[in-house]
């Protein structure tokens, strides 16, 4: 679904991403972990273009973002590649001027082009996926933090992409509803959705993401079944962190 | 003594500027700065030696003005015959300038003792002031553009803009006959405006047609000079021993034939005089003042409202004009300043620079007496109008920007990777959000330009501030005028307060609601 090959970013001199390479197969859940400052964040910014690459690249569907591609065909390649990966941020970033069920439908509308009815429909659809169809008229001003995620989600799902990345998605929430939230995920995969999961909780990406890749320093230091990552890491660093972890 | 005579020093320079400038941009901050030192004028400066008279010079040729070739002192036939008073009376002449139009209440609360400035004895004057025996007998003279045949006299002028002196006997004569009249502050201006089409024709007292219009190439007196008025010197109520020394003075440099001698040296010597001074100088009779006033109109307060009405329009739609100059233009403006190109944001920030750092009232002047140098020769309504939304753009323009740099960029992000390009971002999630927090700004600038349309009255746009000052001086009426017109203000910027206050509320409150909708429900 996303294959991810020779991925460098850098900030001047500082180079963030020195050269990644996975794949996340469809139907699956990627859990990438890492300390802060390993590049986590970086990469997924690099996933829905929202940082500019130097090296490498991402296909993802049968769009494929190249480093060395033209400025300007750069550019509609990450609009194509952002209609391919939806996001759903650590802060959720809902639109606090509309309505719950306005933040879900705006983009298909403005920029898929949908017809409002159609989009409204399958916006109910999806918050009664996400268990928020009560809400649909709210604001965000007044939703938890939680209702917040799953209208993100929701959100984010509402534009079909190929890949859903959530970056820190426990880190607004209660233990109870990091659990709910594990088990909505799950239904999407079911479902046939494709993910990566930026995480550093261990016990929630144990019960959520069927592969595992753990980043050090810009590079990937190990990648493989969760299970196996998490019982018998190959690497030192990979054994230190998930001790000093949990 | 010390202040005062640094006062004067000052008076004196700032003034040589205007007399050269041909912009008259300088002009009425000057004028008001004459009014301020008349205000804290010691009243008993001078002693009883002291003949303090109060004129007009700015645009006051031939009457009293500042001389073009030695900008340090004044000038004029009225200078001339003051001084001859002064010597009459044993006493030393004192100029204290002042402003046309406030003359009377600058009169009344000491800045000078005589007003001697081309003074009309009117009806309503008369409630307020006494009058001296008359010194000259003047006569009105129409002016039209040289290449205007439709205009022979004050008859044909009744659906045509006619441009005087505010509270004059011309505009008087006018207002009577009830054509229509723009007032203004001093004859440059109305020939000014004559010359750029801005109006058909000026009606001015002929002295004051003689120094500044007939030797214009581009107009032509029409017709022969018409009326006759008379001018006197203004002395307060109270002053009648001061009456009886001027009025002897007058009797005297007549008598004498030094007025003679003055006025045919500034060639207002003409048959009128002749027949005006044969009695007195025969030692038979002096004229009354009666016989000669020309037109006297009493203060009709229900026109007066009529008036005030009418101009209030006029400040409503130039408010309401600028203001949406503002708002569009402030947008691009905010937009270039923040995220355009270098070049673009060198131009923005010089724009916003320059109109926030130099007075709306210098704007406007340049604007109205400085663009038709490049052919562009607005009407007045229309100068304000488009001078206020350029400069409340300049505003605008910063309080959007603070407003779309509060929008954190992760609602950028969001939309971003939601597949919008940065137009529809920005068109459908950063503008909405940064409306709501430009709009307690935005209203306040908007009431603060409607009280700034005020300053139109610079260009003799007829709105409330000009109808205040100009009706106030006809009636003396400051006090219950300024009431009303400060009714009339708050009338018209109270609901617009209240209407942006109900839309900030509603917009506010729409998440609110939901919250307290939320824990009832809980």
Known sequence: ?246 | MVLCTYVMYYNAQSTKYKAQSPMKITRPPIRLFCILCAFFWPITAGGQQALRWGADPSGGAPYVFTDPANPDRYIGYEKEMVDALARAMGRRAEFVPSDWETLVPSLQRGSFDVIVNGLEPTGDRAQQILFSNPYYIFQLQLTVRRDDDRIKSIDDCKNRMVGTLGNTAASRLLQQQGIPFRTYADPVGAYRDLELKRIDAVVMDVPAEAFYARSNSKLKPAGPPFTRGLYVIGLRKDDAALKAEVDSAINKIIFDGTLETILKKWGLWNDAQVEFQAPIRAGTATTKVEEYTPTTVSFNWAEALWRLTRAAAVTVGIALGSMVIAVVLGLPLAVGQWKGPAWLRLFCTLYVEFFRGTPVLVQLLFLYFGLPAFGIAMPGWLTALVGLGLNYAAYESQVYRAALEAIPLGQWEAAYSLGMSPLLAFRRIILPQAFRIALPPMTNDFVSLFKDTSVAFAISVWELATAYRELANASGQFLLLGLLVSAFYLAMSLPMAHLARGLERRLRDRALERVVEQEAAA
């Open chain 1, 1 to 246: 679904m996303i294959r991810v090959t020779g991925l460098r970013k850098r900030f001047g001199d500082n180079e963030i991403l020195k050269g990644i390479d996975f794949e996340v197969p469809p139907q699956t859940v990627l859990g990438v972990i890492g300390a802060s400052g390993s590049g986590k964040s970086t990469l997924l910014r690099c996933l829905n273009g929202l940082e500019t690459i130097n090296g490498g690249t991402i296909e993802c569907d049968n769009v494929r973002l190249d480093a060395s591609l033209s400025h300007s065909d750069y550019r509609r390649r990450v609009r194509d590649l952002r209609l391919k990966v939806g996001t759903v941020f650590q802060h959720f970033y809902l639109f606090p001027h509309l309505s719950v069920v306005g933040n879900i439908i705006e983009a298909p509308v403005q920029v898929l082009r949908t017809p409002k009815k159609k989009a409204e429909t399958e916006a109910y659809e999806l918050l009664e996926s996400v268990g928020m169809k009560q809400a649909a008229r709210r604001y965000p001003g007044s939703l938890s933090g939680g209702e917040q995620q799953r209208v993100a989600i929701a959100r984010a799902l509402a534009m079909h992409p190929a890949l859903l990345l959530l970056d820190e998605p426990t880190s607004a929430l209660d233990p109870r509803r990091i659990n709910s939230l594990r088990a909505l995920l799950r239904t999407f995969v079911d479902r046939g959705h494709t993910m990566i999961i930026i995480s550093h909780s261990m016990r929630f990406l144990s019960g959520v993401a069927d592969n595992v890749l753990f980043m050090d320093g810009g590079l990937v230091v190990e990648h493989g079944p969760t299970d196996e990552v998490m019982n018998s890491p190959k690497d030192a660093r990979t054994k230190d962190f998930l001790t000093q972890a949990e």
